[in-house]
């Protein structure tokens, strides 16, 4: 298999996780994370142990199927302009 199209189907990774917060406890961190949930229901959350600095850090991202779909339904739509026009 060539190094190209191995790349090639694993590029739906999603969007990059943002830092919300670093906690001592991992009760502090939770509660963190939930109300992160409480305030948008389209967000991942989730609480990472940091063994090096010996702490707790929630990051979240948004959802990123939503937009995938819109994008998908932006590009059908500009491909039935290109060949009314031809």
């Given at each position: ?65 939503e937009k995938q779909k819109e994008l998908k339904q932006k590009k059908k739509v500009s491909g039935k302009k290109k060949r009314q026009?031809?």
């Amino acid at each position: 298999m060539n190094k190209n199209s191995s790349q090639n189907q694993n590029v739906n990774y999603g969007k990059s996780w943002k830092k919300a917060g670093t906690f001592n406890t991992f009760e502090d961190a939770d509660v963190k994370r939930i109300n992160l949930l409480k305030n948008n229901d389209s967000m991942q959350t989730k609480v990472r142990w940091r063994n090096s600095q010996k702490n707790y850090t929630v990051l979240y991202r948004e959802l990123f199927v939503e937009k995938q779909k819109e994008l998908k339904q932006k590009k059908k739509v500009s491909g039935k302009k290109k060949r009314q026009k031809k």
